[in-house]
C-alpha cells in the first residue's frame, strides 16, 4: 500500500560519479518535491514540480537536476556527486489547487554515501 | 524566508509522562504542519493546523495552533516508546511547499 515510493532505498556512489534516485506515487498528486536532509538537520528543499513545471530553488547547486517523465515519476540526478552531497533524499508529493494543497506524503527516503 | 525554531531540541522522558514540544515562526503561518520521523526513514503525518486558535487531536497527541498563528505546540499525553522519534514542524503559504524546523528528538525511557 505504499504510496510514495523511493528506490533505492540506500545509494553507495563513487566520488564524481552520476547518480540517479528515482521517486513514483499512485497518489495521482500533481506536485512533487525533492529534499535533502543531512544527520540532525532539518529536509531543505531542493525543488519542486507543480504539474510540469519545475520550480528550483534558489540556492540548490546546478550539481542537482530533476526530471518528471509524467505524473507519477519523479528523478533526482547528480552529476558529480561530492563528499558533501551524502545524506537522505526525500521525495514527498501533495495536490494542490489554487491557494490550496493536502498535507505532503512522504516516501521512505534514499540513504545516499559519497566514497 | 520563513523561519521555525523548534524548542526543545531533545527531549528525554520517562514513560508515562506528558511534553511539549514547540514550534514558533518569524512570521504568520498559513499552514503548520507535524509530521514525526524515525531515524533513517521518511516522514509520517500528524496533523495539520490553519486555523488561528485551532486544535486537532488523534489518541494521545494534540496540536494546536495560537491565534496569531505564529505559535503551535504539540502534546503527548502518557508518553511510550512508541512515541520516540524526530518530531517536526512545517510550515507553507498556501501555495507553497514546505518548510521544516530542525526538529525535535524524543527518546522515552522505560
Known amino acids: 500500500d505504499a504510496m510514495v515510493i523511493q528506490n533505492p532505498r540506500y545509494q553507495v556512489t563513487q566520488f564524481g560519479k552520476p547518480v540517479t534516485l528515482s521517486c513514483s506515487q499512485t497518489?495521482?498528486?500533481?506536485?512533487m518535491y525533492w529534499y535533502q536532509q543531512k544527520s540532525s538537520q532539518a529536509p531543505k528543499l531542493l525543488f519542486h514540480?507543480?504539474?510540469?513545471?519545475?520550480?528550483n530553488e534558489a540556492d540548490t547547486p546546478d550539481n542537482f537536476q530533476s526530471r518528471r517523465p509524467n505524473t507519477s515519476f519523479c528523478f533526482l540526478d547528480i552529476r558529480s556527486p561530492g563528499l558533501g552531497d551524502a545524506a537522505m533524499y526525500l521525495c514527498a508529493t501533495s495536490r494542490a489547487a489554487g491557494t490550496g494543497r493536502t498535507e505532503a506524503f512522504f516516501g521512505q527516503g534514499t540513504r545516499l554515501t559519497v566514497v | 524566508s520563513q523561519e521555525l525554531e523548534q524548542s526543545p531540541q531533545s527531549l528525554i522522558v520517562q514513560e508515562g509522562k506528558n511534553l511539549t514540544i514547540n514550534c514558533t515562526s518569524s512570521?504568520?503561518?498559513?499552514?503548520l504542519y507535524w509530521y514525526k520521523q524515525k531515524y533513517g526513514e521518511g516522514l509520517i503525518f500528524l496533523m495539520m493546523l490553519q486555523k488561528g486558535g485551532e486544535e486537532k487531536s488523534h489518541e494521545k497527541i494534540t496540536a494546536k495552533l495560537d491565534e496569531k498563528k505564529q505559535q503551535s505546540s504539540l502534546h503527548i499525553t502518557a508518553s511510550q516508546p512508541s512515541h520516540a522519534g524526530i518530531y517536526l514542524c512545517g510550515a507553507d503559504k498556501g501555495n507553497t511547499p514546505l518548510v521544516f524546523g530542525k526538529g525535535t528528538r524524543l527518546s522515552v525511557i522505560a
Open positions: 497518489l495521482n498528486h500533481n506536485v
Open positions: 512570521k504568520t503561518l498559513y499552514g
Open positions: 514540480y507543480y504539474d510540469k513545471d519545475f520550480n
